[in-house]
């Protein structure tokens, strides 16, 4: 196996350090080369950039695998929980019954907002998205924790970490009953941590909200499967503004505002939103599929597609199954979840879409799946922020422990006008009219 790597520039070859990773994965270490040559790499969207050397997640795009910390993402949906597996994620290792009681008593203790807090919410418009309202209370709640400034304390990691994982989901809830004009609702120290996203979601002062066994499980195993999923874009942010030595909150706020464009997070509204729009127009998906093969329609097959699977993705096969299971055990139906089926039948024997390797993805059957538990669609990307939480933390903690991080700065390659004189105003021509 190769250790280096050649590269001749200018008729001069420098060799180049090749890193291989637990499952032989490769990188060349270009770290000096612009040091010996002159020259950077350019990478337009980072498709082929390794950033950092991460111990958390695994995937292999080509064969559709996905494990946290060694474990495959299909073991864990069928015997883990949310909480378990975000101890893993952050921790590195399942925890012992007492780690896990410990990290539970940890959350339950930490799930109340600073009272003050209820004021901020006042201040939002009631068509406020809620991604906008996470990213902004999460920020907000760093000014209630001092201890959160200053140097990184490895000391005070487990209460930032339980309270950020714990409030993110008060936070999320009391959101949305914001918005639509309902008291909040506390949470219930005796509920585990799903049951009492939900009872905050759908309590009432004067009536309890019934749980399901099914409905909190299905929630649960949404939260787990989008726990991490290594550099995406916005574990990435989380990293970049985590290298400035910005403390944890501000860093998973950036996360949340990186999640919530339509090609990374908010592709599981961006879903719904499509299938509501085939399912208005009477299409039976075919037209749509055409339009999204056409550049200039400005549509695209949401939840298809992914940077890194180039085969269907491993959540979205476990979400699929879920999916059907849960309308059974709830004897109910869907019409969007029909159109979805027969998109997906008809995408995946299309050569333009197989040709690009375009499968679904997680977001794909997610929507339908929080649809049928209850979740209104505005609120679906703020679900996924509260399931990527522990791999968020877990990327942070990564480059705070890490003695040799640097800031993170990208560089480019200039192509805008070459040496240009500042011209006073009184000289500057006005632009003719068309
Ligand atoms: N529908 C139609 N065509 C598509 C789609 C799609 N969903 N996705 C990619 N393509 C085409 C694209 O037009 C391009 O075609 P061509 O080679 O002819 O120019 C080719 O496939 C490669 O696409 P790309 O945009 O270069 O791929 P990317 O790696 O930059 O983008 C993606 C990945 C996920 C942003 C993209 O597939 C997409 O926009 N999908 C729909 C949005 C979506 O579902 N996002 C959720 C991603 S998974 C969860 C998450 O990360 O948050």
């Given at each position: 196996m190769n250790t280096a790597a050649k590269l001749e520039i200018d008729g001069k070859v420098h060799t180049l350090p090749v890193v291989e990773g637990t499952e032989q994965e490769r990188g060349i270490d270009i770290a000096t080369l612009r040091t010996h040559t002159g020259c950077i790499t350019l990478d337009d969207g980072y498709?082929?950039?390794?950033s950092c050397l991460s111990k958390i997640t695994f995937i292999d795009g080509e064969k559709g695998v996905l494990r946290y910390r060694g474990i495959p993402i299909e073991e864990l949906a069928q015997q883990s929980s949310f909480i378990e597996t975000a101890y893993l994620i952050i921790y590195g290792h399942l925890p012992t019954r007492r780690e896990l009681q410990h990290f539970s008593d940890l959350l339950t203790q930490n799930e109340?907002?600073?009272?003050?807090?209820?004021?901020?919410?006042?201040?939002?418009?009631?068509?406020?998205h809620p991604m906008a309202i996470l990213s902004s209370m999460i920020n907000a709640s760093s000014?209630?924790?001092?201890?959160?400034?200053?140097r990184w304390n490895p000391a005070r990691f487990d209460v930032h970490t339980a309270r950020l994982i714990s409030q993110v989901r008060t936070i999320a809830a009391f959101s949305y009953r914001k918005s639509h004009g309902l008291p909040v609702i506390y949470p219930k120290p005796t509920h585990k941590y799903t049951a009492n996203f939900l009872h905050m979601m759908f309590s009432e002062p004067y009536l309890e909200y019934e749980l399901k066994p099914e409905v909190v499980r299905a929630l649960d195993l949404i939260f787990l499967l989008h726990a991490d999923h290594e550099q995406n874009c916005s574990t990435a942010t989380v990293r970049m503004v985590a290298?400035?030595?910005?403390?944890l909150f501000a860093c998973a706020a950036a996360g949340v505002c990186a999640l919530w464009g339509p090609l990374h997070g908010g592709a599981n509204q961006a879903v719904i939103e499509m299938l509501e729009e085939i399912h208005r127009s009477g299409d039976d998906g075919s037209r749509f599929i055409e339009a999204a093969k056409d550049?200039?329609?400005?549509?695209r097959l949401m939840g298809f597609g992914h940077?890194?699977?180039?085969?269907?993705d491993p959540r979205a096969k476990i979400i699929k199954q879920a999916c059907d299971s849960l309308f059974r055990a709830l004897h109910v139906s869907d019409p969007l979840l029909e159109i979805a089926q027969r998109l997906e039948a008809a995408a995946l024997h299309d050569s333009y879409f197989l040709e690009r390797k375009l499968y679904p993805n997680v977001d794909f059957y997610s929507g339908i799946m929080m649809r049928a538990v209850g979740?209104?669609?505005?609120m679906f990307t703020v679900i996924f922020a509260i399931g990527r939480m522990p791999g968020w933390i877990a990327n942070f903690r990564e480059i705070m422990d890490d003695p040799h991080s640097r800031i993170y700065r990208p560089r480019q390659v200039y192509t805008g006008p070459a040496l240009n004189r500042y011209v006073p105003i009184e000289d500057r021509a006005e632009p003719a009219k068309a």
């Open positions: 498709g082929n950039t390794g109340n907002l600073h009272e003050d807090m209820k004021y901020h919410f006042e201040g939002f418009p009631s068509t406020a000014c209630f924790y001092p201890g959160l400034m200053g290298s400035s030595q910005a403390n550049k200039n329609s400005g549509k940077r890194v699977y180039k085969n269907y979740i209104p669609t505005e």
